[in-house]
């Protein structure tokens, strides 16, 4: 298994009119690259000019060049006009279906192989308490309250799939960083004894010498979405970062290196784990 490094989505790409890409910082879709070229492919067997493509399909030579190289979009108007020009049999009206945006792919699974070998694990969590440090009632509060609703047998499933991964937390040949925004910490997920519960296993795993539970108070940083950096035994990092619906998993060194600055950043906000200590013994006794 390899980690590609690459999204279904890219964020730096700006949708412009008529499916024109620009702005990028990458290239083009693949699935426009490919009509585009087997367009051209089919134009040039049969001996069809790009300007006469243009001309029968009312484009421009240049919008007809773009989509060639795969820059636009090919529209099913200009493939149909192609398709029929160049007797391509309805093989290029086809290509038509696949033009659109690739389905969001997760790497939950991805990332629990590579959490499961890493030596090293860095989180930062702005609105949860880290799954790694839930207790079973925090973890069925925080389910049961999926949208939609996973039946019972499902919610079995993830508990005992997360109480498992926690047993990673007992080798002590691996190190933890957990930087958890105060939030989570004050407001409770399956009522006030079950969260006294909770910040009291925070205390209990806090005193483990390979892991370290710093608090950010609340005000401190504007960072939304919660991220992991995990170090593998091969000295690699890998990043992953939790999104809408899914997990990314990154492993270029550009993106490494900006989550590992913004770990760092967020980390000199928060409070030492001593500090952080004594802040969630106070949570617990205001319970």
Same mark, same amino acid.
């Given at each position: ?17 008529a499916?024109v ?24 067997l049969? =001996?069809?000019?790009r300007?006469?493509?243009a *001309?029968?399909?009312?484009y ?27 007797? #391509? ?25 590579? =959490?499961? *070998?890493?030596? #090293? ?11 790694l440090?839930?207790?079973e =009632? ?19 499933g ?8 926690q047993?990673?937390?007992?080798e ?5 960083v957990?930087?958890i925004?105060? #939030?989570?910490l004050r ?28 608090v ?8 939304s ?9 091969s ?21 490494v290196?900006?989550?590992t ?11 030492p ?14 319970l």
């Open positions: 298994m390899t980690v590609t490094g690459r999204c279904v989505y890219v964020p730096f790409w700006h949708w412009g009119r499916g890409l620009t702005g990028m910082s990458s290239l083009p879709p693949i699935n426009w690259r490919y009509c585009g070229h087997q367009m051209k492919l089919w134009r040039t049969a =001996e069809v000019s300007e006469e493509l *001309e029968e399909s009312s421009g030579c240049e919008t007809i060049k773009s989509m060639e190289q795969g820059r636009r979009r090919p529209t099913l108007r200009v493939l149909e006009v192609a398709d029929r020009l160049c007797g #391509a049999h309805g093989l290029l009206v086809a290509a038509h279906d696949y033009l659109g945006p690739e389905p969001v792919v997760s790497r939950y699974d991805d990332f629990f192989r590579y =959490e499961a *070998e890493a030596i #090293a694990y860095s989180s930062y969590e702005p609105l949860l308490i880290p799954g440090l839930q207790t =009632e925090t973890m069925r509060a925080l389910f049961n309250g999926a949208w939609p609703p996973p039946d019972d047998e499902a919610i079995e993830l508990v005992k799939a997360r109480l498992g991964r047993s990673l937390l007992k002590q040949g691996r190190a933890f957990f930087l925004a105060e #939030a989570p407001h409770p997920l399956a009522g006030p004894e079950a969260h006294k519960c909770q910040l009291g296993h925070l205390l209990d795993v806090g005193q483990q010498r390979n892991v370290a539970i710093q950010l108070p609340a005000g401190s940083v504007v960072v979405a919660s991220f992991v950096l995990l170090e593998l035994p000295l690699q990092w890998i990043v992953y970062e939790e999104a809408h619906w899914t997990g990314l998993l990154y492993e270029e060194s550009e993106k290196s900006h989550f600055r913004q770990h760092a950043a967020i980390g000199r906000m928060a409070l784990p001593a500090e952080s200590e004594r802040f969630i013994r106070k949570l617990v006794e205001g």
